[in-house]
């Protein structure tokens, strides 16, 4: 069959269609999906699988570490003075803190808390900046003008500031009340973010396209527009992910957010200072974890970018 | 050029008027916020509903916002719940520490970037570029109150170099250039812990921004006409390179009023960071919230000193 045939041919089979292919190998490629060139890309940034082979490590700990070493956290053990501020012991691997609590249970269930608090908090700031990145990105002129405004008197009032006044008043010590309040003040960047993608989408044909065979706007807007934002917007959340981390230690560090003796690692660093130079592993844990935890995030984070990069020729 | 200037303090205002609404109606509630006065258990029914109409609690909202505009505006924040201070007394003291310590440290931040960020540039893909990297990665991922606590542990228990809290020695009356030495070197630590987070940032920031101007072809140009590479480094390269770069700290200098808030409270620097802390454990609420009006209306202002700068170095922004 020719080509002009083919074209107009009915009830064609794979084989007669495509006899060309066996005639010319060397210019077939494999095909890969784009899913799997990003892959490809990322696999090859050697940082980045570090963090990621990390950020495993820790969940794999951090969840199914509890089933194996089964000791309550919160369980003080004040009988002998030996038992607070123990070194490390076939029974407490990590030793114990001020108060006779097992250190590497309390480190497992401060990671708990920690992923918890910036995976949940990083959800909620990314729908919210999506949510309001898109209606002011599509509908443009006054609706963007007035979200946009709301988003800088957001961003004008000092980021601590207000999170401290806001935790030392509205908080109870439980996680979701943190989680809440880390996810009000996060959401900005994605926004902004969305917003200005949005700005530059509408005006491609792809939108124009979509528009005159019917689609809605909010159909543009989340089933169009939105998964050629994600790029972006994927990379930013995994930063926002170790942004939370970082707050909520700092929260639990000066006394809002997880109180003790819900285990947390700021509040460990902060049990821990004062007995630095008694035991500095009491500090030393917790505070190694939030800085590889934030840094592996870190890392994952620029190796999406670097492997979701348009611009970036391949290797 | 002044068109730009007028338009984008027009465009400041109605922020700073949101603002204070949002100061306002965070005032009444928090717990213990206007009518904290009125919580003394021994009060009467009747004497309690006379002090409120005599502070003027009963009139309706918007006049008692505008009278508490009013006030804030003249500066008269009200009077501590702790010392029965006037506020901006306590705010006045406290706000040149404060200074001190993020003036300093923004400044070494800034020079330290610029100087990193252009080696790393310069230099990049090399060991050097890899090395300023992989720090500035630790920079950004180490939280502030740790680097903190580690110098503390390293520079002032075990080195014994320097001191790990306040501004100066207490007890002994130094004669003024040994009082001065003393000073600085109680500064040094809390600068330097709070010069790493900004300098890790930025440095990557200035490379980035560097090795795009690089790229230009003005540069390629300069070059050609002869131009020797350190010249041309520093004066085609860096100048434009700088431009976003200062844009950016200038946006950092406005978290003055809150940005070393964690430092201070490490080492014990009495600066409004620390006020801040301790005013926040004793619920001193007239404190609290006369700092966050005052930091928002720092961050607004240098938001727009960063405009302002970006549109005198740059000139293209004007005409947009």
Not at chain 2, 198 to 217: H, L, N, P, T
Request: glycine residues 10%.
């Amino acid at each position: 069959m020719d080509i002009s045939e083919q074209l107009n041919a009915t009830n064609v089979t794979a084989d007669e269609v495509e006899p060309f292919l066996e005639l010319t190998p060397a210019l077939v490629q494999k095909r890969r999906s784009q899913g799997r060139i990003i892959f490809d890309r990322f696999l090859r940034n050697r940082a980045a699988i570090g963090g990621a082979v990390f950020l495993v490590l820790l969940l794999l700990f951090c969840v199914l570490g509890p089933l194996f070493w089964r000791v309550d956290p919160t369980q003080t053990n004040l009988l002998n003075v030996s038992a607070t501020l123990a070194s490390p012991s076939p029974a407490h691997p990590l030793g114990t803190d001020d108060v006779g609590r097992d250190v590497l249970a309390r480190a497992m269930a401060g990671g708990r808390v920690s992923l918890l608090v910036g995976l949940s908090s990083m959800l909620m700031a990314i729908l919210l900046g999506i949510g309001i990145g898109a209606f002011a990105g599509f509908y443009g002129k006054a609706i963007d003008n007035l979200l946009m405004r709301f988003t800088d008197v957001i961003l004008a009032v000092p980021l601590y500031l207000l999170l401290f006044v806001l935790s030392a008043s509205f908080t109870d010590g439980t996680p979701k009340s943190v989680i809440i309040l880390i996810a009000i003040f996060g959401w900005t960047y994605a926004a902004r973010l969305v917003r200005g993608e949005f700005l530059a989408l509408k005006e491609r044909e792809f939108v124009l396209a979509s528009r005159t065979i019917g689609a809605g706007n909010l159909r543009l807007m989340f089933r169009h527009m939105l998964p050629n934002a994600a790029g972006p917007i994927i990379v930013n959340a995994t930063l926002l992910i170790g942004t939370n981390i970082i707050l909520e230690s700092v929260l639990s560090y000066f006394g809002f957010g997880i109180k003790p003796p819900d285990a947390s690692w700021g509040s460990m660093i902060e049990v821990g200072q004062g007995l630095f130079d008694v035991d500095p592993w009491l500090v030393a844990i917790p505070g190694l974890l939030v800085f590889l935890t934030v840094l592996s995030l870190n890392l994952v984070g620029d190796g999406l970018r670097d492997a979701l990069d348009p611009y970036m020729t391949e290797r | 050029m002044g068109r730009y200037i007028i338009r984008r303090i027009l465009q400041a205002i109605p922020l700073l008027f949101f603002l204070t609404v949002g100061m306002y109606l965070l005032i009444h509630l928090l717990p213990g916020g206007a009518d904290a006065v009125l919580f003394n258990p021994h009060l009467t029914a009747a004497a309690r509903a006379g002090l409120r109409a005599r502070m003027g609690l009963d009139d309706p909202g918007y006049v008692q916002y505008f009278k508490w505009l009013g006030s804030a505006l003249t500066g008269n924040f009200g009077y501590s719940f702790n010392t029965n201070e006037p506020v901006s007394d306590i705010l006045g003291r406290r706000f040149p520490a404060t200074l001190e310590l993020f003036g300093s440290a923004l400044t070494l931040a800034l020079i330290l970037a610029i100087l990193l960020g252009v080696i790393s540039a310069v230099r990049q893909g090399t060991a050097t570029d890899y090395t300023l990297t992989v720090i500035s990665y630790f920079g950004i991922a180490m939280p502030v109150f740790l680097l903190g606590l580690f110098a503390q542990d390293i520079f002032g228990v075990q080195l014994q170099w320097l001191p790990t809290s306040g501004t100066g020695n207490y007890g002994t009356a130094l004669p003024p250039l040994d009082a001065f030495v003393d000073h600085v070197r109680h500064l040094i630590l809390p600068m330097v812990v709070l010069a790493v987070a900004f300098i890790a940032g930025w440095s990557r920031y200035m490379r980035s921004s560097m090795i795009e101007v690089v790229k230009q072809d003005y540069m390629r140009t300069a070059r050609a006409k002869g131009v020797a590479p350190v010249p041309l480094l520093f004066r085609h390269a860096l100048r434009n390179a700088v431009i976003p770069l200062i844009t950016v700290v200038a946006l950092d200098f406005g978290a003055v009023a809150g940005g070393a808030t964690i430092t201070e409270g490490v080492f014990a620097w009495p600066g409004m960071g620390l006020l801040f802390i301790d005013s926040l454990d004793r619920r001193d609420y007239p404190i609290l919230i006369a700092m966050l009006m005052l930091g928002a209306v720092f961050v607004i202002t240098f938001n727009l000193i960063a405009d302002i700068l970006y549109a005198v170095m740059d000139p293209r922004i004007r005409y947009s």
